[in-house]
């Protein structure tokens, strides 16, 4: 079976815990719309967006930076700053100008440099 790079840090994030998922209500909405978009059938999509609510950590975001190039990242940008991310996972890096960003930036299959969060 091929793996995809995104769907291994999926996979690597169910099997060990190896981090913490961070959700907002826009972003679980996004997901399901590229998902239906994709084609990827309702049932897979509830179960997918099932777990995440039960496993990521919901984000409140209390207001929007307005931080991406691309409006639509927005509620993206907003989840990692207010929820304090260490990294976000993106098949758009241009859309995350790490200049603005206290996460790393990285595409899915990327070597991971993992820190220590400051506190």
């Not at 209390?62 to 931080?67: H, I, Q, V």
């Not at 976000?88 to 996460?103: C, G, H, M, V, W």
Request: net charge negative; proline share 6%.
């Amino acid at each position: 079976m091929v793996t995809i790079p995104s769907a291994a840090v999926l996979l690597d994030w169910v099997d060990s815990g190896a981090f913490v998922w961070l959700v907002t209500e826009d972003i679980l909405a996004e997901y399901k719309a590229i998902l239906r978009q994709l084609g990827v059938r309702r049932r897979v999509i509830g179960a997918l967006v099932n777990l995440l609510r039960e496993e990521a950590e919901t984000i409140r975001v209390s207001r929007s930076a307005e931080l991406s190039p691309d409006p639509g990242d927005d509620a993206f940008c907003d989840c990692a700053e207010q929820g304090r991310a260490d990294l976000i996972f993106t098949l758009n890096p241009s859309d995350f100008p790490q200049e603005k960003l206290r996460a790393r930036v990285i595409v899915p299959g990327s070597p991971l440099a993992v820190r220590r969060r400051a506190d």
